[in-house]
C-alpha cells in the first residue's frame, strides 16, 4: 500500500516507517526540517520537508505521493507548549485532510489521546463523550482533540487512535528525557504537570505498541479505538516506579485534603474526576495486545 504518513520525524513516527517497510508498504514520511527528513530516509521511507501548517505545500506533497491512507502523527511537544499542539491539531488536520480529499484518499488513521473523555468511576471506553465542558486549560486542549477527531471523520474510513501516555525511546517519559530531569530539579514547568503522586488515573503505553497499533489500523473499521496498556493505575502507584526506573528520586507523596489522614487509612489527595483511565478491550477484539501490557515492567524497558 502507498502510505503518506505525516510526523514521520516524531516519537512515534520514528518507531512507526520501519514496520510499515517491514511489511512491505511504500511510505512518503514529512518532518519540518531536512535533518528530520534525512532520519525518515534512514529508516527505508521516502522523505520529504512539509509543514502541516503549510496548506498549499501540504497538499503539493500529498497529491505527488498518491497515497490510498493518510497516516496522521503530527504533534507539536517538543518545547511542551500546549497552544501550539492544539494549533497543528485545529490547523494541522485540516490542512491534511483536505490533501487527502484532494488525493482521492479515503483512509485516515490519526493519532488522538485517551485522557479526554468525561469523568467517571471506571476506565473510559470509547462509547463514552469527551470532555467538553471542562474548565480551562483543560477545555481548550480537549476542544483541539474533538476537532481532530471530527475532521478526520470527514473521510469515511477514518480510525483514531486515543493512545496513552506514550513513553519509550523519543518520548518525554524515556531515560534522559525531560521528565527525568525534572524528577530530579534540573527543569521543571509543564514536564512537572501531572508529576504528584496522587490518587489520579493513567493509562500508559509504549511508543512501539502504539506503532504496532497504527500498523494494525489500516485494516480496522472506522471510529475512535483507545491505545493503551492493561493497567489503568493512580500516579501514587505509576510514579515510583518511574522515578526508579530513571535513577531519579520520587516526589513526596500529596497530603491528605482531609482527616482522616492517609496513616489512618484516608484516600490520598483527590483526584480531578477526569483522570480516570481507559479500556484497551475494543482493540483487543481487533486482535491488537501489547508487547508491554503494564508500565510495571515497562518503564523498565524503553531503551533503542
Known amino acids: 500500500m502507498k502510505i503518506f504518513l505525516a510526523g514521520a520525524g516524531g516519537a512515534l513516527g ?55 491512507a493518510v ?5 507539536d511537544l517538543s518545547a511542551a507548549d500546549g497552544a501550539a499542539n492544539s494549533r497543528l491539531r485545529r490547523q494541522g488536520t485540516r490542512h491534511l485532510v483536505d490533501a487527502a480529499r484532494a488525493a482521492g484518499v479515503r483512509r485516515i488513521v490519526a493519532q488522538s489521546i485517551s485522557w479526554a473523555y468525561v469523568g467517571g468511576e471506571a476506565p473510559a471506553d470509547e462509547g463514552e463523550p469527551l470532555d467538553l465542558g471542562a474548565p480551562m486549560p483543560r477545555g481548550s486542549m480537549v476542544g483541539a482533540v474533538a476537532e481532530l477527531e471530527r475532521i478526520s ?26 521528565v527525568a530531569a525534572a524528577l530530579r530539579g534540573e527543569q521543571g514547568g509543564p514536564y512537572l504537570a501531572g508529576l504528584t503522586p496522587d490518587a489520579g488515573v493513567s ?44 535513577a531519579a528520586p520520587a516526589p513526596a507523596p500529596a497530603p491528605s485534603p ?33 508487547e508491554r501490557p503494564s508500565w510495571r515492567t515497562g518503564f523498565a524497558d524503553q531503551l533503542d
Open 153 to 178: 471523520a470527514e473521510l469515511p474510513e477514518a480510525v483514531v487512535l486515543r493512545n496513552g501516555l506514550l513513553y519509550g525511546p523519543g518520548t518525554w517519559y524515556a531515560p534522559g528525557g525531560p
Open 258 to 290: 482531609s482527616p482522616p489522614s492517609a496513616a489512618e487509612g484516608g484516600e490520598p489527595a483527590e483526584a480531578a474526576g477526569w483522570a480516570r483511565g481507559a479500556s484497551n478491550s475494543l482493540a483487543r477484539t481487533r486482535g491488537w495486545t501489547p
Open 203 to 246: 493509562s500508559f503505553v509504549h511508543v512501539d505498541d502504539a506503532a504496532a497499533a497504527v500498523l494494525a489500523a489500516l485494516e480496522w473499521p472506522a471510529g475512535p479505538v483507545n491505545i493503551v496498556d492493561d493497567e489503568p493505575a493512580p500516579a501514587t502507584a505509576w510514579l515510583p516506579v518511574l522515578a526508579a526506573a530513571l
Open 14 to 68: 520514528r518507531r512507526l516507517v520501519p514496520l510499515l517497510v517491514g511489511a512491505g508498504h511504500e511510505v512518503v514520511g514529512t518532518s519540518r526540517s531536512e535533518e528530520g527528513a534525512a532520519r525518515v530516509r534512514a529508516l527505508g521511507a521516502r522523505g520529504v520537508v512539509v509543514d502541516a501548517l503549510d496548506a498549499d505545500r501540504l497538499r503539493d506533497a500529498v497529491t505527488a505521493a498518491a497515497p490510498e
Open 71 to 75: 497516516l496522521h502523527q503530527l504533534t
